[in-house]
């Protein structure tokens, strides 16, 4: 055991060694003269002077900037309604990653999706009956409430007389 440890360490250390290497040049080479950073091609400066022409636009081009600028009050709207709903979306969505939501709503919502997949008729009929008393609930709500409006808030030409006169 100790001699396959020993033989496998042995070429991977060689991996981790750096090595310098110098490099010298060949005695019987020309000694050439050295060429200046101007006088290479690559940072020479152009002899011929350009002149930047703007084309003219075309009939599609033309037609784009009308729709940006018919376009334009309506994008300007929207983004100041995004950044005025934003940081309340955003104060929702922290709400919503509360540790106290996460405790009362995530695990029964998971031990449904889990018992679902073993029991899918019964979870259909769960979300069936469920749903029917939600929208119930829903309608009794709706009802109060427009029993309350109607009570409260109807025109002055509408309202009933309570003190008994006919």
């Avoid at 106290?100 to 999706?113: E, F, I, N, Q, R």
Wanted: overall charge positive.
């Amino acid at each position: 055991m100790f001699k396959v440890i020993q033989r496998s360490v042995g070429p991977a250390s060689l991996s981790l060694l750096t090595f310098k290497v110098y490099a010298s040049q060949k005695k019987d080479a020309t000694h050439k003269a050295t060429v200046k950073v101007n006088e290479l091609s690559l940072y020479s400066v152009p002899e011929v002077q350009s002149k930047y022409v703007e084309e003219q636009r075309t009939e599609l081009e033309e037609s784009i900037s009308h729709l940006r600028q018919y376009c334009e009050p309506y994008t300007n709207w929207c983004q100041e309604k995004y950044s005025q709903t934003e940081p309340k979306i955003k104060s929702l969505v922290q709400w919503g990653s509360g540790s106290k939501l996460k405790k009362l709503v995530y695990p029964p919502v998971s031990m449904g999706l889990a018992a679902s997949l073993y029991y899918p008729q019964q979870a259909i009929v769960f979300v069936q009956v469920s749903g029917e008393k939600l929208y119930d609930w829903g309608l009794r709500g709706y009802i109060v409430v427009e029993d309350l409006w109607k009570e409260n808030f109807q025109k002055p030409g509408n309202v009933k007389n309570s003190s008994g006169n006919k």
